[in-house]
């Protein structure tokens, strides 16, 4: 019943990569924002990244360089290249979606993805 739904996370060791997607249905149309957050326990939910309907790209600063943030538009779908991990990238990733259903424009998350950086 989920609208948006990430995959691919996983255990990783430094300087590994992993790969992340992210589905939103095909309900939500008119998408303004996809994009990733993440949040480590103990700690608030941070932006990772996002990119909007216009491509333009926002990055965290700690990732800059490390991460890619994509998407297919047609497929209602992000995904986000993780490259040369470190251990403070472990945290549960969540999918955002910000668009339309029907003629509401609202927030979408999805239920998260555990990434986890261990040597």
């Known amino acids: ?34 994009g990733w957050y993440r949040q480590a326990p103990g700690k608030q939910r941070e932006l990772v990244a996002t990119i909007t309907n216009d491509d333009e790209i926002n990055y965290l600063h700690r990732v800059k360089g490390r991460f890619t ?29 910000l668009g339309y259903e029907g003629t509401w424009h609202r927030d979408y998350w999805g239920q998260g993805t555990q990434v986890t950086v261990s040597s």
């Not at 297919?72 to 955002?96: G, H, I, P, W």
């Open 1 to 34: 019943q989920e609208q948006v739904v990430e995959s691919g996370g996983g255990l990783a060791q430094p300087g590994e990569s992993l790969s992340l997607s992210c589905v939103a249905s095909a309900g939500i149309y008119n998408i303004d924002v996809m």
């Open 69 to 97: 943030i994509s998407r297919d538009s047609a497929k209602n779908t992000v995904f986000l290249q993780m490259r040369s991990l470190k251990l403070e990238d472990t945290a549960v990733y969540y999918c955002y979606v």
